[in-house]
């Protein structure tokens, strides 16, 4: 155990030395969540948008007062009938429309209860959600001020509605993928480099020919990353819910178990590679090639899986982290729980044992 | 300080920082000369020979190489010299030919000029049968003699070698510095680092570096002489032991 | 006789070429055994498989007692091993280089510090440099250190003098001549024929095979012919006109003389002056000596 420790210790020791390379692989991540949120997201200011009151009560004004004095919302135009909404939005100008039902405030006062729809183009998805996101927190605002000193809680049920991409497919996406390939980066990409060096230098001869056993070896080398790639895990995340906003709905912990599951199976992948490369040039380039082109394109990070042709949903089977952002997109936008993603989680479990079962028989414990 | 030097430095100094590798060196070499550049690792011979080969400017004093200065026409001088070290030869992954030609190109040799040289060195080493191997195939002993053959292909004035035999097998040691003398023979100007102290005896002039500086330049029977002992061995360890 | 290191036929090959080819040797416990030879003379392979990181195609081995192939986990926690270059992690400091090959065999830096001692004190001073930093000479002595950290019962020393000048060298086989007397044994390869005669016995390699195995002496004594050293006014003529007389057998350059051997055997020295005086060479000296490594493994070479 002592002889494992020093050898963790002197990993630590070779990635605090490496500068740039620290400087890169924490860099990395907030670089690309910052990159890719101001790519996806526009600030909402004077969004302009429709209401369609049947109620016309006195709740219903105090609430679209509230909607529209925020700042991030415009009054287009009133709307008198459902059927002016689908023209409405065929203009292009309105992101959203607000639809109080009849009797509104009655509904609230009697039952507690009442209904407001929300539809929004979601043609933009990510602003779409972002639309309805303010919408309802501010009826949500509004409906806890009401509360107030109330014995029974009003509740306002606000019933939301996508047009045109109701599955809202890529929104908040760049999240999980991001953090796929991120950890798939830093783990698979560094562990085969660090590996690869040691060959490299000759000091690999060396630790053959002493009591270290490759498992410890191979063990050794992943630590440090494995404990790099959970920091960077953490920032992606801190980065998103607090610079994006991007919600986290479901289990925190069990989005840190996911993660690190996902983490040892990059590590794994990074081991195999350095088995079967002989320098560092070599490593570099299969993870690059074989592993992040794939990741990217494939696994539903940019391009929806539904969208691609068949033969390519199959390929994408065999590509660990699209079943990492399923199980992300699962926890971090849906908020379900481990019952909903024990399949993805068998199968990235089952990819891990293969990868490290495959590593430890292909790793050479003498030169060629 | 005559004209005909074809290397000619004055107070040469590299500076890394505070750390002087190569401190006021000054020599002159005439053409046709063989000479030895000796001294302890770190002593600053690479350095002093980067300068030289026109890689790395001076921090400060004089020096010319075939008649070109080190600061300002460093191309000049690129194009006048060879050089060969042991570590960086030919394309292992190359055969025999491709080599020829590719340095043949490289120095601007025309296309028949190259098929020329190519017939003359695969004749003049012998190694008809080696023309289409690639390169990590051959010994290193053939290895080495073609890589020396490459450097002065272009038939520059000065050849620059930076221990072109280290590990070489006995023999062929010695059919190396054949070669050199061959071309010292045709006024060809060798410079030459070594680790062996008996090839130190076949320099016409030989320079021990200690510490940055040069702590003896002559020939070796006078260097022989001036230290009052029999070998180059014994008076390398004179100079350099304190050093070490 | 209880042997360190023996060796039965043992062969390697890669691809097309035998690397080794059927070598034989014993090593006796607390010697100082060299090999020696030109870079392809198989010495690193040889030493790769009696540190068990090469499998060999044919033969036996073992290294202190133990089979280099079913015993090589035995083997891989008691010798010790330098390979040709010097295996340090360049970003980590001497210290820390040290105590991590220290840690690695269970052991700490204080524990051996006496074996160690002789050497550790020209590394003393630069305990905090980082290992990229060091000179050629520290380079060694650093990675030896660390091969020795564990108290081997065998130390492999793969070229551990190949691009280090000649007092570095020196220094080198000092401090192996002290190791030696503490009773370990040491297999060192070189391609330096002069570093011979530090060792107690020798085997000249050469294309996988070896040449010539024992004591420097007696491997010498076996040199037939007479040597004479020669030298002249003009030593570049010299060789090319030696070369050309009809009875020579060799003509080397050694250093400022040439060694030159003839056909005939005895009695050649006034017919060669003759030849060379006709050629116009002058202040001749022409000596007989004893043959030195170096003409032997020439020989051999030829033969």
């Given at each position: 155990m002592k002889r494992f420790i020093n050898f963790v210790w002197k990993e630590l020791l070779h990635i605090l030395r490496d500068y740039r390379t620290l400087l890169i692989l924490f860099g990395m991540p907030v670089a690309q969540v910052l990159l890719f949120g101001f790519a996806i997201t526009n600030e909402i200011r004077d969004a302009k948008i429709a209401i369609l009151d049947f109620a016309k009560d006195n709740t219903t004004r105090e609430i679209s007062n509230k909607i529209l004095s925020s700042g991030y919302f415009m009054l287009y135009e009133n709307l008198q009938t459902p059927s002016d909404i689908e023209p409405a939005f065929r203009k292009g100008k309105i992101k959203e429309v607000i639809i109080f039902e009849p009797d509104f405030g009655a509904n609230l006062e009697r039952d507690g209860k009442a209904n407001v729809q929300l539809v929004a183009d979601a043609s933009d998805p990510n602003f779409a959600n972002m639309v309805i996101g303010y919408t309802t927190s501010i009826i949500a605002d509004y409906q806890s001020e009401l509360s107030k000193g109330k014995t029974l809680p009003a509740s306002i049920n606000p019933e939301i509605k996508m047009l045109y991409n109701p599955n809202l497919k890529s929104v908040f996406m760049f999240v999980p993928g991001l953090m796929s390939v991120i950890l798939l980066l830093v783990s698979a990409m560094m562990t085969s480099i660090s590996i690869t060096k040691e060959k490299e230098l000759g000091t690999m001869e060396v630790l053959l020919v002493s009591p270290l056993n490759p498992f410890q070896i191979i063990v050794g080398k992943v630590i440090p990353y494995l404990l790099l790639s959970l920091v960077n895990t953490a920032t992606v995340l801190v980065m998103s819910k607090f610079v994006f906003r991007v919600p986290i709905v479901g289990s925190l912990p069990l989005l840190i178990a996911e993660s690190t599951l996902f983490l040892i199976t990059a590590l794994s992948l990074g081991i195999l590679i350095s088995t079967i490369s002989n320098n560092q040039q070599t490593a570099m380039m299969i993870s690059l090639g074989a592993l992040m082109l794939p990741t990217i394109i494939l696994s539903g990070y940019i391009f929806p899986v539904e969208n691609m042709p068949l033969i390519l949903q199959w390929i994408s089977n065999i590509i660990p982290a699209r079943w990492y952002i399923r199980i992300v997109k699962g926890i971090m936008l849906k908020g379900v729980s481990f019952n909903y993603i024990w399949m993805e989680t068998l199968i990235l479990f089952g990819m891990t044992v293969f990868f490290i079962a495959v590593s430890i028989k292909k790793f050479k414990i003498r030169l060629e | 300080m005559g004209e005909n030097h074809i290397i000619s430095v004055k107070d040469l100094t590299k500076k890394f920082g505070s750390f002087t590798a190569v401190d006021k060196i000054s020599f002159n070499v005439l053409p046709g000369e063989i000479f030895g550049f000796l001294g302890a690792n770190g002593a600053g011979k690479t350095t002093a020979m980067r300068m030289l080969c026109g890689l790395s400017i001076p921090t400060s004093g004089k020096a010319t190489v075939a008649g070109f200065d080190v600061y300002r026409q460093t191309e000049s001088i690129k194009k006048n010299i060879g050089y060969m070290s042991q570590k960086f030869s030919l394309y292992e992954d190359l055969t025999v030919k491709e080599n020829i030609e590719f340095y043949g190109g490289v120095y601007g040799l025309s296309r028949e000029r190259r098929k020329e040289k190519t017939e003359f060195l695969i004749d003049l080493l012998k190694i008809e049968e080696a023309r289409n191997k690639l390169i990590k195939s051959l010994p290193l002993g053939w290895k080495q003699k073609l890589a020396f053959s490459i450097a002065i292909i272009h038939e520059p004035k000065i050849v620059f070698l930076d221990e072109p035999t280290g590990g070489v097998d006995p023999i062929t040691r010695r059919q190396f510095w054949d070669m050199i003398y061959e071309a010292a023979d045709r006024n060809v100007t060798v410079f030459v680092t070594t680790h062996y102290m008996d090839e130190a005896e076949y320099c016409s002039k030989v320079s021990m570096m200690v510490d940055g500086r040069i702590a003896a330049l002559d020939k070796p029977e006078k260097l022989k002489e001036q230290f009052g002992v029999g070998t180059m061995h014994e008076v390398f360890v004179k100079l350099a032991r304190p050093a070490a | 006789m209880d042997y360190a290191v023996t060796v039965n036929n043992i062969s390697k090959s890669f691809d097309k070429t035998k690397a080794v080819e059927s070598v034989s040797f014993n090593v006796e416990k607390g010697e100082l055994f060299g090999f020696i030879g030109p870079d392809g003379a198989g010495k690193t392979t040889l030493f790769r498989m009696l540190t068990t990181l090469l499998l060999p195609d044919g033969g036996e081995a073992f290294v202190d007692g133990f089979d280099i192939v079913k015993d090589f986990k035995k083997i891989r926690g008691s010798v010790?091993?330098?390979?040709?270059?010097?295996?340090?992690?360049?970003?980590?400091?001497?210290?820390?280089?040290?105590?991590?090959?220290?840690?690695?065999?269970?052991?700490?830096?204080?524990?051996?510090?006496?074996?160690?001692?002789?050497?550790?004190?020209?590394?003393?001073?630069?305990?905090?440099?980082?290992?990229?930093?060091?000179?050629?000479?520290?380079?060694?002595?650093?990675?030896?250190?660390?091969?020795?950290?564990?108290?081997?019962?065998?130390?492999?020393?793969?070229?551990?003098?190949?691009?280090?000048?000649?007092?570095?060298?020196?220094?080198?086989?000092?401090?192996?001549?002290?190791?030696?007397?503490?009773?370990?044994?040491?297999?060192?390869?070189?391609?330096?024929?002069?570093?011979?005669?530090?060792?107690?016995?020798?085997?000249?390699?050469?294309?996988?095979?070896?040449?010539?195995?024992?004591?420097?002496?007696?491997?010498?004594?076996?040199?037939?012919?007479?040597?004479?050293?020669?030298?002249?006014?003009?030593?570049?003529?010299?060789?090319?006109?030696?070369?050309?007389?009809?009875?020579?057998?060799?003509?080397?350059?050694?250093?400022?003389?040439?060694?030159?051997?003839?056909r005939r055997g005895k009695a050649v020295e006034e017919d060669i002056k003759k030849i060379l005086i006709s050629k116009g060479h002058t202040d001749l000296v022409f000596k007989q000596i004893n043959p030195g490594i170096e003409d032997c493994f020439m020989s051999l070479m030829n033969k």
């Open positions: - | - | 010790g091993y330098m390979p040709g270059r010097f295996s340090l992690y360049q970003d980590l400091s001497v210290e820390e280089n040290l105590k991590f090959f220290a840690r690695v065999f269970g052991t700490t830096i204080e524990a051996n510090y006496e074996l160690i001692k002789d050497i550790y004190v020209f590394l003393e001073p630069f305990r905090k440099r980082r290992a990229g930093k060091l000179s050629g000479g520290m380079k060694q002595k650093l990675a030896l250190c660390c091969a020795l950290i564990h108290k081997p019962g065998v130390l492999f020393l793969d070229e551990p003098t190949t691009g280090v000048d000649p007092v570095s060298r020196n220094e080198f086989w000092e401090m192996l001549g002290k190791l030696k007397e503490g009773g370990i044994t040491i297999l060192v390869s070189t391609p330096y024929m002069d570093e011979a005669s530090k060792c107690d016995r020798i085997a000249l390699m050469q294309k996988g095979k070896i040449l010539d195995i024992g004591f420097l002496n007696d491997i010498i004594s076996k040199y037939e012919k007479p040597v004479y050293a020669l030298r002249s006014g003009d030593m570049h003529k010299l060789i090319l006109d030696l070369r050309a007389a009809e009875n020579t057998d060799s003509v080397y350059s050694f250093g400022d003389y040439l060694h030159y051997t003839d």
